[in-house]
T-cell receptor, first 115, second 116 residues
Framework: AQSVAQPEDQVNVAEGNPLTVKCTYSVSGNPYLFWYVQYPNRGLQFLLKYITGDNLVKGSYGFEAEFNKSQTSFHLKKPSALVSDSALYFCAVRDMGTGRRALTFGSGTRLQVQP | GAVVSQHPSWVICKSGTSVKIECRSLDFQATTMFWYRQFPKQSLMLMATSNEGSKATYEQGVEKDKFLINHASLTLSTLTVTSAHPEDSSFYIC????????????FGPGTRLLVL
């Protein structure tokens, strides 16, 4: 069965510093990997995805993520954090080795960027 | 970019009544839509996969007679919470999947349901 782990409930970073939000996954086939961001009382906004190709994926708002097959990781990164980046971040995977079309989400990581 | 809307954004109802939530893909056609439920400070839990023109596929533990899903067109799926009870109070989020190999799920803004 597919699964996603986000080991950190919360990440704190100072504005202007680089940030990393961790994600590891487990699938039986090839993974489709996604990052979404959620602001309070709102739905999820798509940030970026990895389907195939370059391991480094660039997405919205200056975020990027690196697909690492050997470590089964897809960590989200940004070179310089903004206070407005403070939100809840979800990593998700779709296991292409199964017929399942739905995404499986991690537990979420709350990012707090201090001014 | 792809936009998904939900209506209503919030609803308060009395116990025993039914509530219908609409999910629309505004600028693309979605043969597949998904319904999720999110409890406070928790992740999204998939409830069901909604397929245009056919029956929805429910996740284990989700009562299909309780949560009725209709996907009548390529741009609209509805979730009806029948005979709602306080334990059904939650944040319900839908998503719609684009087609093709570069598929992405786009999410609606969510509907907060409070059952009194």
């Amino acid at each position: 069965a597919q699964s996603v782990a986000q080991p950190e409930d919360q990440v704190n970073v100072a504005e202007g510093n680089p940030l990393t939000v961790k994600c590891t996954y487990s699938v039986s086939g090839n993974p489709y990997l996604f990052w979404y961001v959620q602001y309070p009382n709102r739905g999820l906004q798509f940030l970026l995805k990895y389907i195939t190709g370059d391991n480094l994926v660039k997405g919205s708002y200056g975020f990027e993520a690196e697909f690492n097959k050997s470590q089964t990781s897809f960590h989200l990164k940004k070179p310089s954090a903004l206070v407005s980046d403070s939100a809840l971040y979800f990593c998700a995977v779709r296991d292409m080795g199964t017929g399942r079309r739905a995404l499986t989400f991690g537990s979420g990581t709350r990012l707090q960027v201090q001014p | 970019g792809a936009v998904v809307s939900q209506h209503p954004s919030w609803v308060i109802c009395k116990s025993g009544t039914s509530v219908k939530i609409e999910c629309r893909s505004l600028d693309f056609q979605a043969t597949t839509m998904f319904w999720y439920r999110q409890f406070p400070k928790q992740s999204l839990m998939l409830m069901a996969t909604s397929n245009e023109g056919s029956k929805a596929t429910y996740e284990q533990g989700v009562e299909k007679d309780k949560f009725l899903i209709n996907h009548a067109s390529l741009t609209l799926s509805t979730l009806t919470v029948t005979s709602a009870h306080p334990e059904d109070s939650s944040f319900y989020i839908c998503s719609a999947k684009t087609s093709g190999n570069q598929e992405t799920q786009y999410f609606g803004p969510g509907t907060r349901l409070l059952v009194l």
